[in-house]
């Protein structure tokens, strides 16, 4: 069983910059894929980025350039941060992991994000 829970969130103007953080507690295992989703009011939830346990990443098109994930796996924290925000980043971002070796996803609470002047 894995717990997540997100902190970082907040009000921003457009250009600024926020920093996610996810902390897990329970078992993180070598094969587990952890990224950010978010989901806009009255929108699907879409992946923003994901991370292995090797660091290698993946970026939604829409965030390549402006923002950047990052993994510590001896805390098992996964980190994203937010540069360059604009108003179509407004949205709840959601931690996540991804157990490949059962199928199973885990997610955190949401954080609320908002870029508004």
């Known amino acids: 069983q894995v717990q997540l829970v997100e902190s970082g969130g907040g009000l921003v103007q457009p250009g600024g910059s926020l920093r996610l953080s996810c902390t897990a507690s329970g078992s993180i295992l070598s094969l587990d894929i952890m990224g950010w989703y978010r989901q806009p009011a009255g929108k699907e939830r879409e992946v923003v980025a994901t991370?292995?346990?090797?660091?290698?990443?993946k970026y939604a098109d829409s965030v390549k350039g402006r923002f950047t994930i990052s993994r510590d796996n001896a805390k098992k924290m996964v980190y994203l941060q937010m540069n360059s925000l604009n108003v179509e980043d407004t949205a709840v971002y959601y931690c996540?992991?991804?157990?490949?070796?059962?199928?199973?996803?885990?997610w955190g609470q949401g954080t609320q994000v908002t870029v508004s002047s």
């Open positions: 991370i292995n346990i090797g660091g290698s990443t």
């Open positions: 996540n992991v991804n157990r490949l070796l059962s199928g199973r996803n885990y």
